[in-house]
């Protein structure tokens, strides 16, 4: 069954779960890594991670934003059963992202939405140059299929 018809059946509107302009910590974190640390944190190409410029820059594409839109197919926990994740069914692929916000928001079926950026880290991991950064997360409110 194609996952874009059903989204036509769905009629609850998105609510965001996730902001990173509103996660002072992670921004904090991130940011003392990108000025303090040699192999940690990302590369400065256009502005400190979460400063004013580097938020302008996303505003006026300069960090292009990508989106992806589509279902809850997954809930689960990955590492050694301590890294809480979920995975995106966009009709073309399913891809893995690390659970943020409510987590009670995370259910099978939920239409979801996600915006992120590329940012480059310091040392290359897990074979990786780029790294996804999540902006925002919204799901359905209360739809399931």
Request: glycine fraction near 8%.
């Amino acid at each position: 069954m194609d996952i874009f018809l059903l989204f036509k059946h769905m009629t609850d509107e998105l609510v965001k779960i996730y902001d990173l302009k509103q996660d002072h910590r992670r921004i904090g974190l991130i940011q003392k890594a990108c000025l303090e640390s040699k192999e940690n944190g990302f590369i400065t190409e256009h502005a400190l991670f979460g400063s004013v410029d580097w938020w302008r820059a996303i505003e006026e594409n300069v960090i292009p934003v990508h989106t992806i839109e589509g279902v809850i197919s997954r809930v689960y926990m990955s590492g050694h059963n301590d890294y809480p994740e979920f995975e995106i069914d966009d009709g073309q692929e399913k891809t893995r992202w690390t659970r943020e916000g409510k987590d009670e928001a995370y259910i099978v079926g939920r239409r979801v939405k996600l915006k992120y950026v590329f940012q480059k880290p310091k040392r290359t991991w897990g074979g990786k140059n780029q790294h996804e950064v999540v902006l925002e997360i919204w799901v359905g409110s209360n739809d399931k299929i």
